[in-house]
T-cell receptor, first 113, second 112 residues
Framework: AAGVIQSPRHLIKEKRETATLKCYPI?????VYWYQQGPGQDPQFLIS???????DKGSIPDRFSAQQFSDYHSELNMSSLELGDSALYFC????????????FGPGTRLLVL | GESVGLHLPTLSVQEGDNSIINCAYS??????FIWYKQESGKGPQFIID?????DKRQGQRVTVLLNKTVKHLSLQIAATQPGDSAVYFC???????????FGKGTHLIIQP
């Protein structure tokens, strides 16, 4: 079965640079979620989108923004990167009929130097 | 703030034995709970879920128990196999919120 696709899988950036992470949800899933997982930590919810509108907001820094496009893929834009932004970033998706069940992608590992 | 937490960070069991991973939650408004398995370098993989109107749900080799009175969730894995080695997270969802709140994770180690 098709899963959530994330790109890139690995990304290295310098401090103060910008980064864009992409997420392609499972086909026919209309809700996308972004999570950040620091080393040895549990995933922390950042933001979610339903039908291209922001649905809920968690602990997303003001330096980050995200959007969902008409094909339901989503992008997480990160600016003024800091060393502490180094983490795994997961995207998850869910369907309208079973919205609570979130299926996660493989993640993007971001390293800020 | 309210959060979901786990009692033990590491659990070591013999191959073939049953494993029980525990989780305590504090948000009484939570109405949906999920267990995820996360292998090193991979995303959380859905294992089983349960709604707050149930106290037990069974899947293939896994059972989730929910005790709302003491706000406790557990995952039982029968006849553990080497492939079960991973970090297991419980997560909860508060009605009206999108984001899942994860616990701290239990590292399950399977000994041969």
């Amino acid at each position: 079965a098709a899963g959530v696709i994330q790109s890139p899988r690995h990304l290295i950036k310098e401090k103060r640079e910008t980064a864009t992470l992409k997420c392609y949800p499972i086909p026919r899933h209309d809700t996308v979620y972004w999570y950040q997982q620091g080393p040895g930590q549990d995933p922390q919810f950042l933001i979610s989108f339903y039908e291209k509108m922001q649905s809920d907001k968690g602990s997303i820094p003001d330096r980050f923004s995200a959007q969902q496009f008409s094909d339901y893929h989503s992008e997480l834009n990160m600016s003024s990167l800091e060393l502490g932004d180094s983490a795994l970033y997961f995207c998850a998706s869910s369907s309208d009929t079973q919205r609570e069940t979130q299926y996660f992608g493989p993640g993007t590992r971001l390293l800020v130097l | 703030g309210e959060s979901v937490g786990l009692h033990l960070p590491t659990l070591s069991v013999q191959e073939g034995d049953n494993s029980i991973i525990n989780c305590a939650y504090s948000n009484s408004a939570s109405d949906y709970f999920i267990w995820y398995k996360q292998e090193s370098g991979k995303g959380p993989q859905f294992i089983i879920d349960i709604r707050s109107n149930m106290d037990k749900r069974q899947g293939q080799r896994v059972t989730v128990l929910l005790n709302k009175t003491v706000k406790h969730l557990s995952l039982q894995i029968a006849a553990t196999q080497p492939g079960d080695s991973a970090v297991y997270f419980c997560a909860e969802n508060d009605e009206g919120a999108d984001g899942l709140t994860f616990g701290k994770g239990t590292h399950l180690i399977i000994q041969p």
